[in-house]
């Protein structure tokens, strides 16, 4: 698990991320290690990059750490989740620096490669197989599905898909994670291993 230092760091730094499911991603990415490189979706702060890189770290593998680190939605200025501390200096939202100060402070550059961008061009492209891929990138239903369409497929078989802000009903969030999550259990492709708090974690089931 993290170390004392950088247990400190995650509790500094801004995001959505609970310590309980901050601890399933760490034994997640660790667990499955041997089928391939861990991909995240939607990194923001860093706060669960530390986590999964902290079990790369530990099992040598590497993290892809992808987001386009301009904000979601709900991150622009006058929304719900705007930041003034993480804005360029025209005040739009660029949370690439603080993602960097999180990894630098975390020593974890070795075990994390940051893909800045936006996760469909790079998806639609992909080609190497995944040990585990965490989505938390866009939460509008487009988003979701695409980024469900475009990676859970990369998963080797034996591997993990989770998945972030799954909410059973309407009034607590927003439904776009548990759309996905829900497609992939009624595909008979994945079965659901682990809940924890708002995340769900589905291991792709062999031939
Ligand atoms: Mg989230």
């Known amino acids: ?23 399933a991603l760490y034994r997640a990415a660790h667990a499955v290690a041997h089928l391939g490189c861990i ?22 593998n590497l993290v892809f750490a992808l987001d386009h680190h ?36 975390a020593d974890l550059n070795h075990s994390v490669v940051a893909l800045v961008g936006d996760a469909t061009a790079i998806g639609l492209r992909w080609q190497q197989r995944l040990g585990m891929v965490f989505i938390d ?6 988003d979701a599905v695409s980024d469900y369409r475009l990676w859970s497929g990369h998963v080797a078989l034996g591997g993990l898909l989770a998945v972030h802000d799954h909410y059973p009903k309407a009034s607590a969030g927003g439904q776009a994670p548990k759309a996905i999550i829900d497609a992939a259990l009624q595909s008979g492709l994945w079965d659901l291993i682990e809940s924890c708090d708002s995340l769900k974690v589905l291991q792709r089931l062999g031939a």
């Open 1 to 23: 698990m993290l170390n004392a230092s950088r247990q400190h760091l995650v509790n500094q730094v801004p995001g959505f991320l609970s310590q309980a499911e901050g601890e």
């Open 39 to 60: 991909l995240e979706i939607g990194s923001y702060c860093g706060k669960s990059t530390v986590f999964l890189g902290a079990a790369a770290e530990q099992s040598g």
């Open 70 to 105: 301009q904000g979601s939605v709900e991150h622009q200025p006058g929304e719900f989740f705007y930041d003034p501390n993480l804005t360029d200096k025209d005040g739009r939202t660029d949370t690439l620096h603080t993602f960097r100060q999180t990894l630098t402070a």
């Open 137 to 142: 990138g866009g939460h509008s239903m487009h």
